[in-house]
């Protein structure tokens, strides 16, 4: 279950996972790996700030066009 009340500027677990086009257990896996940062939320529902999130997505979008 999603968050209704987030801050502006983050995204849910759910959304990351959904713009990024990966599982959520991708999701933990970033962070496991020190490539995605949580930035609020809980430990059961974190947030992740938007411009991390869209740096990755940048970055995927870089290695797939090489």
Do not use: C, F
């Amino acid at each position: 279950m999603e968050s209704q009340n987030i801050r502006p500027g983050h995204l849910t677990a759910h959304q990351t996972a959904r713009l990024l086009g990966i599982s959520l257990d991708g999701v933990r896996q970033l962070v496991r790996r020190g490539r995605l940062n949580r930035s609020g939320g809980s430990p059961r529902q974190p947030w992740y700030a938007a411009e991390d999130v869209t740096t990755l997505i940048l970055e995927r979008r870089a290695s797939k066009a090489a």
